[in-house]
């Protein structure tokens, strides 16, 4: 081994191996979308005007970049971890000012040659480093409802600047790192809580809202009537039972709709309520009324999902094959190349094709998972941790609403979709944590 | 304490496995159990286009092709592609301007997008194909497809033809299954529309792959499930296509209509129906303005009165009478009846008759004796072995009904109507129970409720030639590769009229109906060398004008046949309005008898005769002033028109709008008033005044 140079040292090279099977897989799914029967495939390839071309250019510059990062020192990371991160913050405030409007988002800052970086993106990663800084440092005792909260904020601020530039799927990225959190002791009940509440949510959506009221009021009844001796011994847990009926009733009642007519614009809300197959009616939105005296609201449908679920589902299961995909072909799906990349795969190669792709990904995460686990450093494996829960929230979410499983919220599928933002940042979050692992003797601070 | 929260590390891997589980199981339902997912992808994706063959091609019973196909020229236009176009240049050669122009983009726009083939001008005429065909170049998103469209080579028979026109919605409800979709076309009236499975032909279909914009991405698959369109299926008529031409000229200038029947086949040999027009005014493009003259017409020239319009049949019905009244004995051929002028059976002097004498069988038919007819008609219902008139009147109807009366016959066109046989209980509701004979004594001579089509006295006068038998008269003789739909079985059942009347009271008719043209009332058309059985009919008739019936001149009929010994032509001709049936009916019959058993019109007297009514003007009055009003109301109009032009363009010349005085001539086809189905009219004025009395006189 000594004659081996110093990268390669201690990498993990099965996540490299995933990690450049992944893109070439992404490299062919924008193919197929982008592919015309009359064209060169080879010229088109190398002529750098297509989107798999880019895509291609752009996995080159990655390849470059990590193999940087896999030169680099990782004392560096932890030095720099607060600073990245008051960079970041930095540049997500900055694009409210150079902002570039792409697809209705102003998160874009444009950095010349018809290239725009998508702050919000990289502000992943740094916050990713930070967290595992801040939860790495000997002072910090993550037991105490401080350091919670100060990690909680580490993560809840570019969540909230995204928002603000009209980013909800980036925005809900950040609850990913509630995943690394747990992992270094957060207590299981908010979990639980968090858990129980989203059903709560669901519940509202499906069920009539007086019929849920009785549930709640029966389910409260019930519990009453059967824990009625420990009831009468304490007070307490009688205060608890009604106090969380009245959360439930005062969330399902008050709470919910009001989110949905004012606080979401109507097309959010109406994606959500078509996922439970309801409609929602936008006369009651606030911020489409304002809107009307504008334009007339375009009536919102949900054709994407509609698409993207035939794309799926035509595909059976073995797929139509490489390039014979017609509704990859017809363009049906909108987005294809980008969010609803996933169509397109599971129209040419069906359910085994699916299948068989979503088992790399778990191999992929399982191993990042094991890599985490073997860190000596706090901050090795909470950063570590960061990346599998991105990565994974990432795949969750952007699959399940390419299947009708979750509302269309724009986020990427990790080093498949188009976008060199994304490829870039996936990239260096990788990369990053192999730097680290290959360094997994030292303990970083 | 990261030893502490180790087993965490698990906690996460089942939860990344459940999500991953649950996609899992979702992709399952979507790609295993749901069906729809494919058939929304394949309705998505797949574009079935449909190609049309070639409708079959229809010949005359010699061979002629009398409707086929020709190719014509549709300038067609993708409205994406078709920037910087010489709108002006564009539009001097299809002879519109841009407003126009702009107007169809738009139309094209809306219906087929943006992106597709639309048709900017549908079947240029061949001066404007050759103009565009040298410029097209210059006009890009433009271009010329070819497509077929009927043509009539002989410009006869629209009647009997038909025409096929683009499908309507009501079509397509109406024909659900049968595969139609917006944009086919489909036979609408005459053979087209009867035959139109078997000339229709089968459509074949390619499959294409298409975009969301529905733009055309290629065959589907190679095309391994598309298939071969099969052309129509043509089709043998027995129509003689010279005899057709030469009713149709016969009967220009003339309201009526002409049916010739092939005793021996029940072949129609020709159907004309006067005012005609010429099929392939309603093929161009100017289909629609053309559709639009003749809908409009007051002489209604879309009905085929050959088996659409009802007529009293006249005289002509006193065959069926005569042969009913000697089959059940009230007479027989050597009886005599006594006409003073006047009926005398029922006392009140009706009906009239022209010639005063003594008949027998024989000369009351040749002299069309009204008294004789009324005798056998009153005694046939009066025979007291019936006991009442119903049952009398019903033994009649069947006798009438197996010859084909009162019912439709079955011929292979639409629209035709069955007739009416009076029953008893119709004349129970106007004369009360005890009605008798003399109340509906009109029907022995025609006159009275009895109604017929055309078609069915031709068929009379078949039956008459066979002595007794029919087969169902039609157009069709054959189908080229077969009759697949069974379409053609039921012309070949032969029909009996009723079996107790015997060939020697055929012969006793024949008789007088060859005494009609030997020496009877149709003597001027007796053909030298050609024995013809014919009958005259003179009908009675009124019609509503201005809200008043107002009595019209009679209905010219006659219905005959030739050979009598070897019959080869069956027919019956009515010219409305005409006079007696020997002034106009019977002279047009024999030329036609002449013309398709002797090929030509022989002699001097016999070539006059055509001359004659080539030119003769028959026009009833009553349309030829609602004509006249329409022909002036558009001259009206154009030299408004004209006025207003020229006003326009040059300020200072004034220029009269010089009225002109309504002409009495005839124009050659199109009109602008009353839309009233013309069959109704002519049901009203078919029904003798007599009877409207008996109406009035019951209602109040």
Known sequence: ?445 | MPVVNQSRGQVIKVIFAAVFLLIAGQLINLQLFSAKYKLAADNNAIFRKIIYPDRGIIFDRKRKAILENINSYDLVVIPSEAKGVDTVALCNLINIDTIEYKKRMREIIFKTGNVRIGVFEALLTNEMYARLNENIYKFPGFSLTERSVRNYPYSVAGHVLGYIAEVDTAFLRKHRDEGYQMGDYAGYTGLERSYEKVLMGQRGVKNFIRDNKSRIQGSYENGIYDTAAVAGKNIHLSIDVDLQKLGEQLMNNKVGSIVAIDPKTGGILCMVSAPTYDPNYLTGNQRKKHFADLFLDPRKPFNNRGLGTYYSPGSTFKTVVGIVGLTEGVINERTLVTCPGFFTGCGTGKPKCLDKGTFQFKEAVAHSDNSYFSTVFKRTLDQPKYLTADSALSVFNSYASTFGLGHKLGVDLPAEQKGILPVSSYYRKIFGPRWYSCNIISNAIGQGEVNTTLVQLANVMAIIANKGWYYTPHVVDSIEGGDEYKMLDAFKVKHFTDKRIPDSIYDAVQDGMQAVVDYGTAVRSKINDIVVCGKTGTVQNSAKINGKMVPQQDHSFFGAFAPRNNPKIAIAVICENAGQGAWAAAPIASLLIEKFLKDSIRGQDRQAMLEEFLKKNLIPQRYRLEMAKRDSLKQIKEAQLLLQQKISKEATDSVENDEQEPELKPAPAPAKNQPMPKRKTDLAAAIPVEEKKYRKFTNS
């Open chain 1, 1 to 445: 081994m000594n004659n081996r140079n110093n990268i390669s040292q201690g990498v993990d090279w099965t996540i490299v191996w995933l990690y450049a099977i992944l893109v070439s897989i992404g490299i062919v799914c924008i193919f197929m979308v982008e592919f015309k029967t009359d064209a060169n495939w080879v010229q088109t390839f190398l002529g750098g005007k297509t989107n798999y071309s880019k895509q291609l250019i752009f996995a080159g510059a990655c390849a470059l970049i990590a193999t940087f990062i896999l030169l680099t020192d990782s004392k560096l990371f932890t030095a720099l971890a607060n600073l990245l991160y008051a960079f970041g913050i930095l540049l997500m405030l900055a694009t409210f000012v150079l902002g570039k409007n792409i697809n209705g988002s102003k998160s874009w800052i444009p950095i010349g040659g018809g290239f725009n970086l998508q702050a919000a993106e990289l502000c992943k990663i740094f916050t990713a480093l930070a967290l595992a800084k801040f939860l790495s440092r000997q002072e910090t005792d993550f037991s105490k409802l401080r350091s919670q909260l100060i990690a909680g904020a580490i993560a809840v601020l570019p969540a909230l600047l995204s928002i603000l530039q009209h980013e909800l799927g980036l925005a809900l990225v950040y609850s990913a790192f509630l995943i690394a959190m747990y992992r270094e002791g957060l207590p299981a009940q908010i979990l639980i809580f968090g858990s129980s509440f989203a059903v709560l949510v669901i519940a509202t959506l499906v069920l009539d809202s007086n019929l849920l009221a009785i549930i709640l009021t029966a389910l409260a009844g019930g519990l009453l009537l059967l824990l009625r001796k420990q009831v009468k011994k304490s007070k307490k847990l009688l205060i608890l039972i009604i106090g969380t009926w009245l959360f439930c009733v005062g969330t399902q009642r008050f709470v919910v709709p009001y989110i949905f007519n004012n606080v979401l614009e109507c097309y959010q809300s109406t994606r959500i309520y078509s996922m439970v197959g309801r409609e929602y009616d936008c006369s009651k939105n606030k911020k489409s009324e304002r809107k009307s005296g504008e334009k007339a609201a375009r009536k919102p449908d949900d054709y994407n999902v509609r698409q993207s679920k035939i794309a799926i589902g035509s595909g059976g299961l073995k797929g139509k094959g490489f390039l014979k995909g017609t509704q990859t072909r017809g363009k049906y799906v909108p987005e294809q190349h980008t969010d609803f990349i996933f169509t397109s795969l599971g129209e040419a190669f069906g359910f085994v094709g699916c299948f068989v792709f979503l088992c790399i990904y778990l191999f992929l995460l399982f191993r990042i998972v094991k890599i985490a686990e073997r860190q000596r450093s706090t901050f090795s494996r909470v950063y570590a941790y960061s990346v599998a829960s991105i990565i994974f929230f990432h795949i969750a979410v952007n699959v399940s609403m390419t299947i009708g499983l979750f509302p269309i919220v724009g986020i990427p599928l990790p080093l498949i979709s188009y976008g060199g933002s994304s490829l870039l940042t996936f990239t260096v979050l990788i990369f990053i944590l192999l730097r680290l692992d290959a360094d997994r003797q030292m303990v970083l601070r």
